[in-house]
Structure formats: structure tokens, C-alpha cells
């Protein structure tokens, strides 16, 4: 998982002008969080492990927005962040449901064992 986030700011090295580099961060995250695959989530450490990387990921876009601050373009770098924002909180909606519908066993029952 951290290899996937380590590879971000190698990609935005390349970038041209500060919304540029801002935005290629964006997509890196965008990338990490499209890896991220609910219904295969069976287990509490599964969730854990989903819920983990995402608040990682929302961190990340608010130091990303918070390093940005008045810089040229605002804009679109605004426009990517919420849109993974959102994208997010989407995410631990569908794993709340998915917690509270009884489809994540708890680690006792995932291995078998009766509680």
C-alpha cells in the first residue's frame, strides 16, 4: 500500500506549473482509491484495512489542498479533491452497509469460530 502512495510525488516531479503537480497527486490518490474493491471485503481486518487507506487518502488531498493555497489554478485542483472527497465518503457509506447488513464477519467467524 505505501508503495502506491510513494510513487505520487515521483509522477508529479514532472509537472510544469503547482496546479499541475497538485492535480497528478490527485490522480495518484484517485488511483490508490479505484484499488479499493468493497465487495471484497469479508472480514473486520478487510474493513479495518479499507477504512485505514481511506482516511490516509483524505489526509493526503487536504495536505495537497492545504500546500496549494493561492496558488494559480485553484479551481481545478478544488474541483479534483472534492470529487475524491466525495468518491470517499461514497466508500465508507458502502462499507457502513455493508457492516450493518451482517456481510463483514467479525474476526471470530471469519476463522470459524462460533461467538
Known amino acids: ?14 509537472a510544469n506549473t503547482p496546479a499541475e503537480t497538485a492535480v497528478k ?42 500546500e496549494f493555497r493561492g496558488a494559480p489554478a485553484r479551481e481545478q485542483v478544488v474541483r479534483k479533491a472534492k470529487s475524491l472527497v466525495d468518491a470517499i465518503e461514497l466508500a465508507r457509506d458502502e462499507i457502513s452497509t455493508y457492516r450493518d447488513d451482517g456481510r463483514v464477519m467479525s474476526r471470530a467467524c471469519a476463522f470459524g469460530v462460533s461467538v
Request: proline share 0%; glycine share 4%.
Open 25 to 66: 497527486r490527485l490522480n495518484g490518490i484517485g488511483e490508490v482509491l479505484s484499488d479499493i474493491d468493497i465487495s471484497a471485503i469479508h472480514t473486520q481486518d478487510d474493513m479495518t484495512r479499507a477504512l485505514w487507506t481511506l482516511d490516509t487518502a483524505d489526509k493526503c488531498i487536504r495536505m495537497i489542498l492545504a
Open 1 to 14: 500500500m505505501f508503495s502506491a502512495f510513494s510513487s505520487i510525488d515521483y509522477r508529479s516531479i514532472r
